[in-house]
Structure formats: C-alpha cells, structure tokens
T-cell receptor
Framework: AQRVTQPEKLLSVFKGAPVELKCNYS??????LFWYVQYSRQRLQLLLR??SRESIKGFTADLNKGETSFHLKKPFAQEEDSAMYYC?????????????FGSGTKLNVKP | GAVVSQHPSWVICKSGTSVKIECRSL??????MFWYRQFPKQSLMLMAT?????????EQGVEKDKFLINHASLTLSTLTVTSAHPEDSSFYIC????????????FGPGTRLTVL
C-alpha cells in the first residue's frame, strides 16, 4: 500500500517565489514524518522532521492529521534549494523505525 | 554527526556472478540498518531491515535468497546480490539509525551496480 504520496514530480519556481512541495500520507497509527533532500551527486540528508517543529534553511512543514498531509514550504525560494525532495514516513519503534519514501519532487529554482 | 559509508561506490559485474556491498556506520553503533533500492528517477524502495545478530527481515516481494543480508557487527551490514542479472542493475543505498536518535536515519552515498 502506498504510504506516502508526492503528487508533483517536478516543481519549477523563480528565485524569490514561495514554494510548497506537497506530501500526503496513509497510516493508521501515529506517524513520524520527515523531509529528506538530495542535492545533485550527494547523498540523502535529513532536512526536517515534524516532531522537532524546526525551520531548516527557511523550510517549514506542518503535520496536518486531519488532511493527512505534511507539506514542505518556504516563503522565498533560492537557487541553491534546487534538489530532489523526498517525504518519508516512519512507523516508529514498533516496526523497527522503517522508513517509507514518497516518489520525490524535483524542485528547480530559476534565476 | 552520524556518518554512514558504503563500499564500493560503483561496481560492474558479469551476469551470474555475486556482488557484495558493504555498509558501515563510522562514528556510531547501529543495531539496525536498512537497505534500499533506487531505480533511475524513482524513489527509494525499502528492501530489508538488517538487524545485528539476527536474520534480516525482508519487505514483501524481495527475494531473500537473491539479496543476502548479513549484519555481522554493530558497525557493518553487507548486502550480497547473488547470481546477478541485468535486471538487478540499480542504485543500492543503505541507512542506519543512531541509537541516540532513533527517529532519524542517516544514509550512505549509495552503490551503483551494473550487471552486464
């Protein structure tokens, strides 16, 4: 069953424009949601997680249990934000902290 | 920070041979590691969970006899692709959880396998 859905394969915005990368999940328990980023030719790295409610590189994401969403937002996109972004869901310690990833969204920030 | 390495970074082999990929946690001990497969322009697909000192648990549809996983120590897990075929060509990525921060997984750089 598809646990994490990222409906957009590619998102192109101009520098300085707001950006929102969508993520919806399907899970009956209490999920732990994450955003991972993969810059060109680099490994996956954690961007942020919902439990810490932090802002990293200007990005924020709010877990909306009613809409089962965890959209990633940034008010003013920068060219260096261009990368692949993956939303991930963890089933927590009761299932070995397994992660399930969405299909990813490529963000292209144009100058 | 938590660092995970993989070796080799790329490998080319002939069809029918076996290939071993290593995943190491460099600055922490990982009781659990994970193996993923990533096809071009697609997402990561969880293959199996590697548990130190016990058998790996495989996701549905992943052949355990094809993809042998051994987690011999708290810092090393290996994935062996047995009798490799061209359809096994892919990007294989491992990750590990730091016991002090089990919510987060740290990823290796990946291994590009090409089977001729």
């Amino acid at each position: 069953a598809q646990r994490v859905t990222q409906p957009e394969k590619l998102l192109s915005v101009f520098k300085g424009a707001p950006v929102e990368l969508k993520c919806n999940y399907s899970y009956s328990g209490s999920p732990e949601l994450f955003w991972y980023v993969q810059y060109s030719r680099q490994r996956l790295q954690l961007l942020l997680r919902h439990i810490s409610r932090e802002s990293i590189k200007g990005f924020t994401a709010d877990l909306n249990k009613g809409e089962t969403s965890f959209h990633l937002k940034k008010p003013f996109a920068q060219e260096e934000d261009s990368a692949m972004y993956y939303c991930a869901l963890s089933e927590g310690i009761y299932n070995f902290n397994k992660f399930y990833f969405g299909s990813g969204t490529k963000l292209n920030v144009k100058p | 920070g938590a660092v995970v390495s993989q070796h080799p970074s790329w490998v080319i082999c002939k069809s029918g041979t076996s290939v071993k990929i290593e995943c190491r946690s460099l600055d922490f001990q990982a009781t659990t590691m994970f193996w993923y497969r990533q096809f071009p322009k697609q997402s990561l697909m969880l293959m199996a969970t590697s548990n130190e000192g016990s058998k790996a648990t495989y996701e549905q549809g992943v052949e355990k006899d094809k993809f042998l996983i051994n987690h011999a120590s708290l810092t090393l897990s290996t994935l062996t692709v047995t009798s490799a075929h061209p359809e096994d060509s892919s990007f294989y990525i491992c990750s590990a959880s730091n016991p002090s921060d089990t919510d987060t997984q740290y990823f290796g750089p990946g291994t590009r396998l090409t089977v001729l």
